[in-house]
């Protein structure tokens, strides 16, 4: 999301808050918008505040451990988070999906893969979670695997190398300013350090939201200790 869609979000969250204090729709749309901006404290209040109104939305408890709980590293309260989202939802795709990328994102490698399994063979043609696969498989060094997963999630893709070279030529072309994180998880998996700081720096800068899941991935690690990742946590707010 654009940095200017995200203030609109915020504003129209805002004065739907403002003209009733009492919808949980409202309080949960105005904790998104403020968890996009890296407001987290003030994020965390709203999501809360919408949760009391409600406590059995999905939705809600989706949200609140995605965009705000697994950011912050707040994992065993993120994962919560997510079962409660599932035992209220527990076919939505995306949600399973995305609970397997947090299990990727904690080292959880088996667990993570079963649950991919899990929604692809219930849902074998949701292209999310195809490319959401494909970031564990390049982060657990299969990349056949990973290339494969990438081309089932944009089939018009140009076919590319089973290594970390073709996984970045393969990520670059479904680059535009809601991917450049997922270039920069690529260029690092390929060794490139210069590239990868570069797109980093192009997620942040067009609020790139991926850019908070791809920060975890274990294709960053060699680069933790750089003053630049430390600089850019700062920013965002979020412990190292």
Known sequence: ???????????????????????????????????????????????????????????THYFYAITCLSPQNRIDEAI????????????????????????????????????????????????????????????TGHFPEAVAELRKAFPKMNSASPDPKGYLELSMQIDDSDRSAAVADAAALAGNRIQAF?????????????LLFVIRYPALDPLRSDPRFKDLMRRLGLPD
């Open 80 to 139: 919560e988070q997510y079962r409660t989202a599932l035992s209220i939802d527990p076919l939505s795709s995306i949600v399973n999906a995305n609970y397997a990328l947090l299990l990727l994102q904690v080292r959880r490698y088996p667990e993570s893969l079963a649950q991919f399994q899990k929604v692809l063979a219930r849902d074998p043609n949701f292209p999310p979670a195809h490319y959401k696969l494909s970031q564990f498989y390049a982060n």
């Open 198 to 210: 570069e797109y980093l720096e192009k997620a942040y800068s067009s609020g790139d939201n991926e």
């Open 1 to 59: 999301m654009s940095k200017q869609a995200e203030l609109l979000a915020d504003e129209a969250a805002h004065k739907t808050v403002e003209l009733d204090d009492s919808l949980p729709e409202a309080h949960a749309s105005l904790a998104q918008a403020l968890a996009n901006e890296w407001k987290w404290k003030e994020a965390e209040a709203e999501f809360r505040r919408s949760m009391a109104l409600n406590g059995n939305s999905a939705a």
